[in-house]
Nanobody, 125 residues
Framework: QRQLVESGGGLVQAGESLRLSCAAS????????MGWFRQAPGKEREFVAA?????????YYADTVKGRFTISRDNTKNTAYLQMNSLKPEDTAVYYC????WGAGDRRSQQYEFWGQGTQVTVSS
């Protein structure tokens, strides 16, 4: 069983930045594609960003965050990151990281086998 723990959420003002971290247990972190999803109150969970397994040579973003958010991974630390710049009030949500064994950076949440508990991001206007 792979455990994922998110951190780094908080309350910021519009235009500011946050960096989310997702720490994974186990010794095969590099075998997993990592994804970030978010869910705002009253809305469905939506794809934010993904990075492929291995060295993470490919990254994918939702159109709503492209150019503002950056996903990365450090396999030596078993950690994935989501750098969020120029935050907007509409980015307010609970952010979840997820892991997909041998994944290719899928946008579909059902492809991910393991999920973290989520971290709250609130952006005030």
């Amino acid at each position: 069983q792979r455990q994922l723990v998110e951190s780094g959420g908080g309350l910021v003002q519009a235009g500011e930045s946050l960096r989310l971290s997702c720490a994974a247990s186990g010794r095969t972190f590099s075998n997993y594609a990592m994804g970030w999803f978010r869910q705002a109150p009253g809305k469905e969970r939506e794809f934010v960003a993904a990075i492929t397994s291995g060295g993470g040579s490919m990254t994918y973003y939702a159109d709503t965050v492209k150019g503002r958010f950056t996903i990365s991974r450090d396999n030596t630390k078993n950690t994935a990151y989501l750098q969020m710049n120029s935050l907007k009030p509409e980015d307010t949500a609970v952010y979840y990281c997820a892991a997909d064994l041998w994944g290719a950076g899928d946008r579909r949440s059902q492809q991910y086998e393991f999920w973290g508990q989520g971290t709250q991001v609130t952006v005030s206007s």
